[in-house]
């Protein structure tokens, strides 16, 4: 990876080439990856969130005109739109992410500014770290910084869920814009997505947060993330309640046997995680490998046999990954279906562990993984 003043430089001359001169205003917002929970986050239950040092930025500078012009150096693409439109860019829909973000802020009633903007990301595209709240949150302080207003880290986060939503359409919960905006440097955040108030957790020393991507593709406005959603809330909705998160293990066990045998398996697991999101908080700050293996171990394997989203090259990367050196536990991370996984690894193995997972990935798929270590980063922000 390319160090800060090499990323700056290449961005810098990459404003250059495409709009002419030095960019005025540099933005940054985190990817994340969740230590547990995700799909907990819609059913407002707790997640176990890390904001990660790999993140994205926006060199921008003010053009005095109302159109936003963007350069993608991940996509080697350009695409503009205007703030006085709500029309979407059928050929770039990229740019949908940032499009939106203007469309929340400008009903907030916000002065916007347009702008010419270079983009470059370090999270992985569709891989389940979200690149997409990572680009909407660092477009949203963009345009923060340029209008000369500031909104809270929480405001801004709900209006970038809210513009993924609305005008991307991907109807996500609010974890991934919540870390993106809210991280703390140094620390994992347990989110309650019900009151939408988070706590630092700190990782035990000697413990490291490895990603694992299987290198394997998922696209999350699919029907799958979607269905699940929809399961979740008919389960919801047969018990009596606004969400899984107002039904209690007792009541749900006293009543799984009504419900559709799919719904019953969906919101088993929704429960279940969420327990473990709260009890892998205590473990993770204690230390405590028994319960780290333990509790990653039944988050798979829910994730396999009750929320069915557990992709082959999942399956691979994780017996890949509990065989390798240094392993405390593993499990899925983002959405599933393929993507990033996570593992916790003791700090003095985290080579050896990196090079045995990429080696007998290698040889079960022929695919070349990518297998790094993250720590917690800062909230979108200026850089
Ligand atoms: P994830 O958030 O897990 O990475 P998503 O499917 O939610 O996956 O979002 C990925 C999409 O976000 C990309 O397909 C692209 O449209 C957009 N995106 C994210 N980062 C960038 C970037 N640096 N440049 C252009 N588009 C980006
Ligand atoms: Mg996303």
């Not at 809210?162 to 620390?187: A, H, K, P």
């Not at 046997?257 to 697991?269: G, I, T």
């Amino acid at each position: 990876m390319k160090s800060s003043t090499q990323r700056r430089e290449v961005i810098a001359k990459e404003f250059l080439n495409c709009f002419g001169g030095d960019p005025q205003c540099w933005c940054r917002a985190p990817g994340r990856v969740d230590l547990m929970g995700s799909h907990t986050d819609y059913n407002l239950g707790a997640v176990l969130t890390l904001p990660i040092g790999r993140d994205t930025w926006i060199a921008a500078r003010p053009n005095h005109s109302r159109t936003v012009n963007l350069h993608s150096l991940n996509l080697g693409a350009d695409a503009s739109f205007s703030l006085d439109s709500t029309e979407k860019n059928l050929d770039q829909p990229w740019i949908d992410y940032v499009h939106g973000v203007a469309e929340e802020l400008r009903e907030e009633g916000l002065r916007l500014v347009g702008f010419d903007g270079v983009i470059h990301s370090t999270v992985p595209l569709s891989s389940g770290l979200s690149s997409s709240a990572a680009l909407e949150c660092a477009a949203a302080t963009v345009f923060e910084v340029l209008g000369g207003w500031q909104l809270t880290p929480l405001k801004k986060a709900l209006l970038c869920q809210r513009s993924e939503n609305r005008y991307v359409g991907v109807n996500c919960g609010i974890l991934d814009q919540f870390t993106s905006c809210m991280g703390e440097e140094g620390c994992a955040l347990l989110l309650d997505c019900r009151d939408l108030t988070s706590r630092p957790v700190a990782i035990a020393e000697g413990i490291r947060i490895v990603i694992c991507d299987t290198k394997s593709k998922r696209e999350l406005a699919g029907s799958e993330y979607g269905e699940r959603r929809a399961d979740c809330e008919e389960g919801a909705r047969l018990l009596g309640a606004s969400s899984l998160r107002e039904v209690g293990f007792a009541q749900f066990s006293a009543r799984e046997h009504e419900l559709p045998p799919q719904v019953a398996k969906r919101c088993r697991f929704i429960l279940e995680e969420h327990a473990r999101v709260l009890a892998l908080a205590g473990a993770l700050s204690a230390g405590d490998r028994a319960l780290i293996r333990h509790l990653t171990a039944a988050s798979f394997d829910g994730a396999c046999q009750l929320y069915e989203i557990a992709a082959p090259a999942m399956h691979t990367m994780m017996a890949a990954m509990l065989e390798a050196p240094g392993v405390i536990g593993a499990r899925q991370a983002g959405a599933g279906f393929g993507g990033c996984m996570v593992a916790f690894v003791e700090a003095a193995q985290v080579e050896a562990f990196a090079a045995a997972v990429r080696s007998r990935y290698a040889t079960a798929t022929g695919i070349e993984s990518e297998i790094y270590p993250v720590t917690a980063a800062a909230g979108a922000g200026m850089i």
